[in-house]
Each structure stands twice: as C-alpha cells, then as structure tokens.
C-alpha cells in the first residue's frame, strides 16, 4: 500500500511539475515571439511557404509599396541616401545665397 501512495504522490508532483513547465514555455514562448522584431503585417499569408518563400514573406509588402518610376530598388538604405541627398541639396542652396 505504501508503495501505490508513494507512486501516486510522485506521478501528482510529475504532473504538476510538467503543468507549471508547459505553461512557463508557453509565456517565454509568447516573450520570444514579441522579442523577435519580424513585421509580420507584410507577410501574405494566403501564399504557402513552400510554394513561394519570398512571396508569402514580402507578399502583402509587395501590393502596398508603390515604386517610383525611376527607381528599380527600393529600401531603408535608398531612402536614406534619397533624404541626405535633399538634405545636401538645402545646404547647397542656402550657402550660394
């Protein structure tokens, strides 16, 4: 009889163990997700990973990004350098006055 007690006191302390584990990983889980910095609003999520890698991770991007005319790349560092250029321009102009 002292075994069965013993037996159901350790299976009760795994299952309470494995209860307060699953939900310590499930809330790091969620701390993980926020931590990551992906920006999943421009993700399309209507095109399967498999079929189109670039498309399901750049799709919604993709549709809602217009592209200058006269520009074949877009990006951070374009519109850094597009603004410096401005920038520089101001400069310009106002030291020739």
């Known amino acids: 009889m002292t075994r069965i007690r013993t037996a159901a006191a350790l299976a009760a302390f795994a299952v309470a163990f494995a209860t307060a584990a699953y939900a310590q990983t ?11 910095g992906i920006d999943r609003s421009a993700m399309d999520t209507s095109v399967r990973p498999q079929d189109n890698l670039w ?33 520089l321009r101001a400069l310009v102009e106002a030291a020739q006055r």
């Open 55 to 87: 498309l399901h991770a750049n799709g919604r991007w993709l549709a809602n990004t217009p592209f200058p005319p006269d520009k074949a790349y877009i990006g951070a560092g374009q519109e850094l350098a597009d603004r410096t250029r401005e920038q």
């Open 26 to 36: 499930a809330a790091q889980r969620t701390t993980a997700a926020a931590r990551t």
